[in-house]
């Protein structure tokens, strides 16, 4: 709707006097992605494969036939990887199995390991 008999106006915040000004942009550092570590899981003769799979599933969401495939690695090759997460996640994840093993009386190690594959 048009008022009759009114000046054409520039848009709001827009007059002659504004035509050297430009808008500020401040830049921002790109944020870097977290450190990943792997949470790996260590062979012993004593610890029930049984066990281990109820680890894997419980702790790393892992289904039934991958956690019985990650359960054969470390059987057979002494050392498997559980999943990649950041350090806190990766942290308490030990911490947990740790705990789990120790109140089932299994000798049960896990660890992490900083993870070699990221774009540093």
């Known amino acids: 709707m048009s008022v009759p008999n009114q000046p054409n106006k520039p848009p709001i915040g827009v ?4 035509a050297g000004i430009g808008v ?7 944020t870097k ?4 570590y792997k949470v790996l899981l260590l062979n012993d003769d004593y610890t029930p494969m049984e066990f281990v799979i ?6 790393f969401d892992k289904q039934n036939d991958e956690a019985v495939r990650i359960m054969l690695h470390v059987h057979q090759k002494g050392v498997g990887m559980c999943g990649v997460y950041t350090y806190e996640v990766a942290e308490t994840k030990v911490g947990q199995v740790m705990d789990m093993a120790r109140q089932h009386q299994h000798p049960l190690q896990c660890t992490i390991e900083k993870d070699g594959d990221g774009d540093d």
């Open 15 to 18: 007059d002659d006097d504004d």
């Open 24 to 30: 500020a942009v401040k830049s921002r550092q790109k």
């Open 33 to 36: 992605k977290p450190a990943m």
């Open 54 to 59: 109820h680890v894997l599933e419980k702790y």
